[in-house]
């Protein structure tokens, strides 16, 4: 589906740079972020908050020019003593007003955000770690229909691990998670994610291990409009579900050297869809270098699969060059380049095939603890063989915030 060629010449400019990179001169870097100072009262640390962002859109072949203000207030928590339990929460509320947004329902719209995650009995033999997430979104999300789309999303789970002491050899995780996404006027994409996993880990050596992932995931549609499209025969009178009924991977990652890391897996993964079933080989493999305690370089490369609303499911290989760095206690930048090649597949057919290309840069000034001016452009470029889908959107982000 790719031509290899292309991942071989990707490869010698990211080892390039790397190497360029290696022998420049960077100044040295704190590791850790300003933090807020916060309000305190009964062990809990409190941070409110607000922001204010200004964003702007540009679709080539929607001859669409839009943006839009954010105006908002913010609100976290987490425990002042961390050391045998973790709890942390986040509110967000905030107010997006477009313009230029042409057959758009409204001009303005509410998003709302609420999360939780706790980590329970940290240096016990067994710990116990629950989150929940709970989104409402009004928003022109959809590029093709420039239309507002209301919809809910739901976010669930609980882990359980298993690990004899701190930093112990051997560990186990189970965990069950829960999502879900309802448009209250397109029910033929609202749909729920079950996924059950298993997670395996040895440690080994200084700052190495080796992992055995399996996971179990269901998808199940809710209306018809969708049913006819994908999930319609699947056996067990489950007409609306698509399934991964297995996903087994072996991973390792560890130093190579003492600012070189490395991440492998690989993996296998078998599914059923609409009039068959795909099973296929997967992998990763990520490799890092730090160049002081806050500057880091990484290439990754990604070859999997998963269930998409344009067929059955979709191939992916893809590759991606980042850099993250925090100069001077006060600035943070960071980029990421990407290409990924996507195959969608119904009922066994190859219907469509995409090329993106993305670019992200993002710069961040951190006036005193808590008080932020932030910067982003992203770029992406999907080259279709279905020309309705081919775009170019470029998209610029100010954002100032501002937490105590």
């Known amino acids: 589906m790719i031509n290899p060629k292309i991942f071989l010449h990707i490869g010698l400019c990211s080892l390039g740079l790397l190497t360029t990179l290696c022998t420049s001169q960077f100044a040295d870097a704190k590791p850790k972020l300003p933090e807020a100072k916060g309000l305190e009262a009964g062990g809990v640390v409190m941070h409110p908050g607000a922001k204010v962002a200004l964003a702007y859109d540009n679709v080539s072949n929607q001859n669409v020019n839009d943006g839009r203000v954010d105006v908002g207030m913010t609100f976290s928590s987490h425990l002042e003593d961390e050391t045998t339990k973790k709890w942390d929460s986040n509110v967000s509320l905030l107010w997006q007003q477009y313009w230029g947004l042409g057959d758009a329902k409204a001009n303005g719209s509410l998003n709302a955000v609420l999360s939780t995650s706790a980590d329970l009995f940290k240096q016990s033999l067994f710990r116990i770690s629950p989150s929940f997430t709970y989104q409402y979104t009004v928003n022109p999300e959809d590029d093709y229909l420039r239309q507002e789309i209301e919809n809910h999303t739901i976010r669930a789970g609980v882990g359980a691990t298993i690990q004899p002491g701190e930093g112990a050899i051997f560990s186990q995780k189970f965990s069950y998670n829960l999502s879900g996404k309802i448009y209250p006027d397109h029910n033929d994409i609202s749909n729920f994610v079950h996924r059950i996993e298993s997670v395996t880990r040895w440690n080994f050596l200084p700052h190495s291990s080796m992992a055995l992932t399996v996971n179990f995931t269901v998808s199940h549609f809710l209306e018809d409009e969708r049913n006819s499209m994908i999930g319609k025969e699947i056996v067990n009178s489950s007409e609306n579900a698509t399934g991964l ?68 499911y979709y191939k992916l290989n893809r590759v991606a060059l980042t850099f993250d760095a925090f100069w001077f206690n006060h600035l943070r930048t960071k980029a990421d380049v990407g290409f990924g090649a996507f195959g969608f597949v119904e009922s066994g057919t190859m219907i469509r095939i995409d090329y993106l290309t993305t670019i992200k840069a993002a710069l961040d000034y951190y006036f005193l603890p808590g008080l932020r001016l932030g910067v982003t452009y992203q770029f992406g470029y999907n080259f279709s063989d279905i020309s309705s889908a081919q775009y170019a959107k470029h998209t610029a982000l100010l954002n100032f915030s501002y937490e105590y």
Do not use: W
């Open 245 to 312: 009924p297995v996903r087994l991977k072996y991973s390792l990652q560890g130093l190579i050297f003492a600012r070189m890391t490395y991440t492998l897996g690989l993996g296998y993964a078998y599914a059923y869809y609409t009039k068959g079933k795909e099973h296929m080989f997967i992998m990763n493999a990520k490799l890092g270098y730090s160049f002081r305690e806050n500057i880091d370089l990484a290439v990754e490369f990604r070859k999997d699969f998963d269930t998409a609303l344009y067929g059955d």
